[in-house]
Each structure stands twice: as structure tokens, then as C-alpha cells.
């Protein structure tokens, strides 16, 4: 089926309090950075945030675990009537990226060897 634009413009929307939410097509569907990590997915217009344990105590048993695709790790399913309201929402996001580590960023590899690094 796939997320609709309609579906990310809104998502974004009641994110617009966090500085550097945004997202990404990826795959046919739509990923979600804060800070320049991956908090969610957005698959078939449905919000699927990464589990961590500061968004555990946050949620508690309101969120239902399922995966985004087949294969896919387990992510809370945000319900949207649960958590409607923005700030909830904005505070889940941003707990979820506090707890996540730091992208690490790989440097480019010459497949030949014994030449000198790129500099």
C-alpha cells in the first residue's frame, strides 16, 4: 500500500517542536531521524518507533510491539488515538534518540592494498 505524503506532512507536523525531526524515503517507505539517528519507521501510514527502555517507561502497556516489515526488529505501534496528543509524542521521539548511540560514520575503504589512505 505505502505511506502517503499526507501521512509524513502530518507526522512532521506534530513533531515541528523537535529541532531536526525529519524523514526520508527509503525503500518505498519512510524512515524518521532526530539528531541524525533512525527513531521510526513509517510503514503503510503507520508510525513503528524503535523500543529502548526510556521509551519503555514512557509508553508502558499503551503501545502494542509489532514490526514495520517482515523480518523486522519489534517497534512499539504508535496508535494515533493513544497518542494523539503531540507532546506525548515529541517526548517519546526524543527519549528514543537520547537512548540510541551515536551513528558512527565509516570511513571509505581503497579495495587495493598497500596504497596510502585518501587524505
Known amino acids: 500500500m505505502g505511506t502517503s505524503m499526507d501521512t509524513i506532512a502530518s507526522l512532521l507536523d ?5 529541532p531536526g525531526v525529519r524523514a526520508r524515503k527509503m525503500f518505498g517507505e519512510y524512515a ?3 539528531d541524525d539517528k ?9 508510525l513503528f518507533v524503535k523500543i529502548t527502555p526510556a521509551g519503555r517507561s ?3 502497556d499503551l503501545c502494542e510491539e509489532a514490526e514495520a516489515y517482515p523480518g523486522a526488529r519489534p517497534s512499539f ?8 496528543e503531540a507532546g506525548r ?16 560514520r565509516k570511513g ?3 579495495s587495493r592494498p598497500g596504497t596510502p589512505p585518501l587524505a
Not at 506534530?14 to 523537535?18: F, G, H, V, Y
Open 89 to 104: 509524542l515529541c517526548e517519546l521521539i526524543r527519549v528514543t534518540a537520547a537512548a540510541l548511540p551515536a551513528r558512527v
Open 58 to 60: 514512557l509508553v508502558g
Open 14 to 18: 506534530r513533531l515541528r517542536t523537535l
Open 77 to 84: 505501534l504508535i496508535d494515533a488515538d493513544e497518542f494523539g
Open 108 to 110: 571509505r575503504k581503497d
Open 32 to 34: 524518521l531521524y532526530l
Open 38 to 46: 533512525v527513531v521510526a519507521l513509517v510503514c503503510d501510514d503507520q
